[in-house]
């Protein structure tokens, strides 16, 4: 394991290029990053495949290329379509919900062409690759995307997941990897059911569902199966007077025996008591103490955290 506090690559170098493609993940590897993240969904025919969402809608032309394939919701899911059928699929800068804009303007141009769907095998054959070809060691942190969906599906995700693994090298708690589920009652059985040897990280967000979990009680059962927690960083700091600071909540994930990784640190979506993304990654390390911190723009976390490691 890389010594926190880590760097993880959001979806890999997304600010710079389109999220889950292999170019930008080759990017993430070259910019530095400590592990690259992979969201794995499975496809109609249990093929594992690297995309944020369990629909297509907002990063391709899926409605352009199979018309009619929508739900009654208007969306188009990845577990309706066959790898192939993925396959023939251009992947594009992330639109905002139901509309032709991108989501982050300033990002790479849309609608380029230049992209596709990658599978996890795939990705995990490039970064693999990387690590060889240049001597620097990334790891994987796949997270296992809403796993009851899938079970409703008649996908067992995390089988799946584990099985391709560990077909890669990815089984023992000292291999360069993590999991992540926002799941609780999966992320348990991925450790007692499924042993699962990998450090597992419990995403959580502001939502109610999360409160018991992060009361002191629920965070030490947790650590009895978890290595660590994954809140937005926003539950970790308190501003709602004065300066921001640390809050309540990181010291409890600490005093529980759980690391923390935070996500998402973007220069084009900072909170009010942030003025640049510096700032935001600075008071992250300094004063909220974090172990990792998920980015869009890697580079810029990694030269945050040397700079704040060599003052301190």
């Known amino acids: 394991m890389t010594l926190s506090p880590i760097v993880i690559a959001h979806r890999g170098a997304s600010g710079y290029l389109p999220e889950h493609t292999l170019a930008a993940k080759a990017l993430a590897h070259g910019l530095g990053a400590d592990y690259i993240e992979q969201d794995v969904v499975a496809t109609r025919d249990s093929q594992l495949v690297v995309l944020h969402d ?130 609780a009652a999966e992320l348990a059985r991925l450790k007692i059911e499924l042993d699962c040897r990998l450090p597992l990280i419990q995403l959580v967000g502001p939502e109610p569902e999360y409160d018991t979990l992060l009361t002191p009680s629920g965070l030490r059962s947790l650590s009895a199966h978890a290595y660590g927690l994954g809140p937005h960083y926003s539950q970790l700091v308190a501003a709602e007077k004065g300066p921001p600071r640390r809050a309540e909540l990181a010291q409890r994930a600490h005093d529980a025996g759980l690391r923390l990784h935070a996500y998402t640190f973007r220069r084009d979506d900072l909170p009010p008591y942030a003025r640049t993304i510096e700032d935001l990654l600075e008071l992250a390390f300094a004063e909220i103490g974090v172990d990792g911190v998920f980015s869009d723009h890697p580079d810029v976390a990694v030269r945050v955290r040397a700079a704040t490691l060599k003052v301190q």
């Open 54 to 183: 369990l629909y297509l809608d907002d990063v391709t032309d899926v409605a352009q290329k199979f018309p009619g394939r929508q739900r009654s919701d208007g969306r188009h899911y990845v577990i309706d379509f066959d790898l192939a059928e993925l396959e023939e699929l251009t992947v594009f800068e992330r639109r905002a919900p139901g509309s032709a804009r991108a989501k982050y303007p300033a990002r790479f141009p849309a609608d380029t062409g230049l992209f596709g769907i990658a599978t996890l095998a795939e990705e995990l054959r490039l970064i693999g690759g990387l690590n060889r070809s240049t001597g620097r060691v990334a790891g994987i942190y796949p997270e296992i995307k809403d796993p009851a969906w899938h079970r409703r599906h008649g996908v067992d995700l995390s089988k799946l997941v584990l099985a391709e693994l560990r077909a890669f090298g990815y089984s023992r708690a000292d291999d360069a990897a993590f999991v992540q589920c926002f799941d």
